[in-house]
């Protein structure tokens, strides 16, 4: 082996570089050290081999008599150059992606093509000894044409630098860029690529990008602002409905208790009123679950306030039906009531309110009763391994205590009042009857029934506690 590198050094360097393009293909992009580290290594021999040789990148190639030997020898000092050069730009690339991540790329490959520049001028300046100022005119010269006929993609170029200097978006961001709304994949010398919402790519040149008005959704982190608008009749009194819109705001758990979400008034005419709730969710795929719970809620608590959603074609709520009639109009249980049975029904219906934080329903508790939520907000609270947490929270037109009706058993739940609430009540001596005869509002709350008990079981059942892993290499990762 050793008389292999002595006699025929020339050929074993060009060996080494067909051996650096192989392993950099062989190895898996896991094993980027491993590439950076058998890079160096291989640079370093192909350095060694070639001063030992007498061939310095510096100087022209010797042997100028023997054509063959002499354009060989050329040759490795220029790749010497070029490999260097690739080497240095990996290096390089390794530590700023160490710092400052995928974002960088762009400049990366801007440095990394100065330093090509650089290396290039360098191999035809010391390697084969031609006039560098004349190369460098010509080829300022050339670069004025080059750059005057891409002027569009230099602009999207140095934008682009612009945009990953200042960060005002990075990889996986959410963002609006003049009013495309999508997640951020990619940063490249021309564009930035956005996935939409709609599963589509949007590419939006850098240079627009740069002059264009940037909303960022992912900043500050876990914070993402979710809103929706409401319409009223004028008429309505304000405190009225920002008091349903308030309890309709804390019937939604997915918003963020900090920033604390609010209610306001946007604007108000002859025409309408528009109230605005808003809030923020923890994560992005949360805003459009969310916007749908908030305005169903607004529905709801503004109906059972007596206020209804600004329409010029949907008609009113007569005003001749009293509030527990409304109320078996707008329940998915009891609207399949005939009119007369539901006056029937209205009629024994006891109103019974409870403060903020008093029990309406304790877990384990057989109720005699069933409730239906007129107005407010109800916490549904579970036990998982003896800790109490909220599993749920319920409002106008849901029921409570249907387990006690159909099988005299209970929930495991504890059902509190979260605001002011009011709830009517209707016995089971009363109900229990017509439940009998009706077996499609009997069926339909036995479906409730039993989507509670399995949701109940499915919060509250123990997640496997995985066994911690074994062997040598855990026991170095503990180490290091």
């Known amino acids: 082996m050793l008389s292999l590198l002595t006699d025929h050094p020339l050929f074993c360097a060009l060996i080494l570089i067909l051996v650096d393009l192989g392993l950099w293909r062989l190895i898996s992009a896991h094993g980027s050290a491993w590439k950076l580290l058998v890079r160096v290594l291989i640079f370093a021999l192909f350095s060694i081999l070639l001063f030992n040789e007498g061939l310095n990148p510096m100087e022209p190639a010797p042997w100028a008599d023997n054509v063959p030997l002499h354009l060989a020898a050329t040759g490795l000092q220029i790749g010497w150059w070029l490999f260097g050069a690739r080497t240095l730009t990996v290096l390089i690339g390794a530590v700023m992606m160490q710092r400052v991540g995928h974002t960088g790329r762009l400049l990366q490959d801007l440095l990394g093509a100065v330093i090509f520049l650089i290396a290039i001028i360098a191999a035809l300046a010391y390697v084969l000894d031609l006039p560098v100022k004349g190369v460098l005119a010509t080829s300022g010269a050339l670069a004025i044409i080059v750059g005057l006929a891409l002027q569009s993609t230099l602009s999207d170029v140095f934008s682009g630098i612009v945009l990953n200097t200042t960060k005002p978006y990075q990889l996986d961001d959410w963002i609006s860029i003049d009013g495309t709304e999508g997640r951020v994949t990619d940063i490249d010398w021309r564009a930035t690529r956005l996935q939409t919402s709609q599963g589509s790519m949007a590419v939006i040149p850098n240079s627009l990008a740069a002059k264009a008005k940037i909303i960022n959704f992912s900043r500050p982190s876990n914070m993402f602002g979710v809103a929706v608008s409401v319409q009223v009749s004028p008429h309505a009194r304000p405190s009225s409905v920002i008091e349903a819109l308030e309890r309709a705001m804390q019937g939604c758990r997915q918003l963020l208790e900090s920033p604390a979400p609010s209610v306001a008034l946007k604007s108000s005419n002859s025409a309408g009123a528009e109230y605005e709730i808003s809030g ?81 329903l304790a877990g384990g508790e057989v109720s005699d009763h069933l409730f239906i939520i007129e107005s407010g907000v109800v916490s549904v609270t579970l036990k998982r391994h003896g800790a109490p947490f909220e599993s749920g929270r319920m409002g106008p037109g849901e029921v409570i205590g249907e387990a006690g009706i159909l099988s005299d058993t209970s929930l495991p739940a504890d059902f509190s009042a979260k605001t002011f609430c009011a709830l009517y009540r209707i016995e089971k001596s009363y109900l229990k009857p017509c439940l009998d005869a009706r077996h499609d509002i009997n069926d339909a709350m036995q479906a409730l029934l039993d989507f509670r008990l399995h949701k109940a079981q499915s919060l509250t059942e123990e997640t496997p506690v995985l066994a911690p892993k074994k062997g040598f290499l855990q026991w170095l990762r503990n180490r290091v």
Do not use: C, W
Request: no cysteine; hydrophobic share 35%.
């Open 280 to 360: 923020f969710v923890a994560s992005m795929s949360e805003k459009r679950v969310v916007r749908n719970q908030l305005f169903d809620l607004a529905y709801r608590h503004l109906q059972a306030s007596g206020v209804n959603l600004l329409s010029s074609d949907e008609p009113g709520v007569p005003s001749n039906l009293s509030r527990p009639r409304a109320l078996l109009d707008s329940s998915p249980i009891f609207s399949t009531l005939r009119q007369e049975e539901k006056e029937t029904f209205s009629q024994n219906m006891t109103l019974q309110t409870f403060r903020a934080g008093e029990m309406i």
